[in-house]
C-alpha cells in the first residue's frame, strides 16, 4: 500500500508536535526582532510557572502559512507594514473563527487618546482598516461570576 505524502507532511507534523507561540512577520526587521523576543520570553515564563512546556515562537507569514498550528498569533500593527492582502486577512478570519486567538497590539498605548475625542494614532487607523473586514464580534463585559 503507498502512502499518501504530500510536500510539507513533515514540516506539519513538526508543527503540531509542540505547542508554540507565533507572532506576524511585518517585514519590518526591528519590529520582528521585538516580537520574538518577547514571545520567547513569555515562553520561557509559561515553562517556569506551569506544566506547559512550549517550543520557540514562529514566525508566520499570514498569506501562506499554516495558522492553525498555534493557540496564539501574536501581531503587532505597524504602519509602516505593508497591508495584507484580502486573502490573508481571510486566512485570519477563519483562523479565529475555527476558535484561534490573535493579539492584535498597535503599541501605542503612551500615545492614543483615550478620551475619544483625539484623532486615532496611524497604527490604530492601520488597524481599523485590518479589522474592517474581519468578523470581529465586539468586545463584552465579563459578568461577575465569570
Not at 22 to 51: H, P
Amino acid at each position: 500500500m503507498a502512502q499518501d505524502v504530500r510536500p510539507g507532511d513533515a514540516q506539519a507534523v513538526e508543527a503540531i508536535s509542540t505547542t508554540r507561540l507565533a507572532y506576524v512577520i511585518t517585514g519590518v526587521s526591528s519590529v520582528d526582532a521585538i516580537s520574538r523576543a518577547g514571545l520567547t520570553g513569555l515562553t520561557q515564563f509559561l515553562i517556569d510557572k506551569t506544566a506547559l512546556e512550549p517550543g520557540e515562537p514562529a514566525g508566520v507569514d499570514i498569506a501562506s502559512d499554516e495558522l492553525a498550528f498555534y493557540p496564539l498569533i501574536y501581531w503587532p500593527i505597524d504602519p509602516a507594514a505593508e497591508m495584507p492582502s484580502q486573502e490573508a486577512i481571510g486566512r485570519v478570519d477563519a483562523y479565529m473563527r475555527q476558535g484561534g486567538t490573535v493579539l492584535f497590539d498597535t503599541r501605542d498605548q503612551f500615545s492614543t487618546d483615550i478620551t475619544g475625542g483625539g484623532a486615532a494614532s496611524p497604527a490604530t487607523a492601520r488597524l481599523r482598516d485590518i479589522l474592517a473586514n474581519l468578523n470581529v464580534p465586539p468586545l463584552e463585559p465579563v459578568p461577575a461570576d465569570h
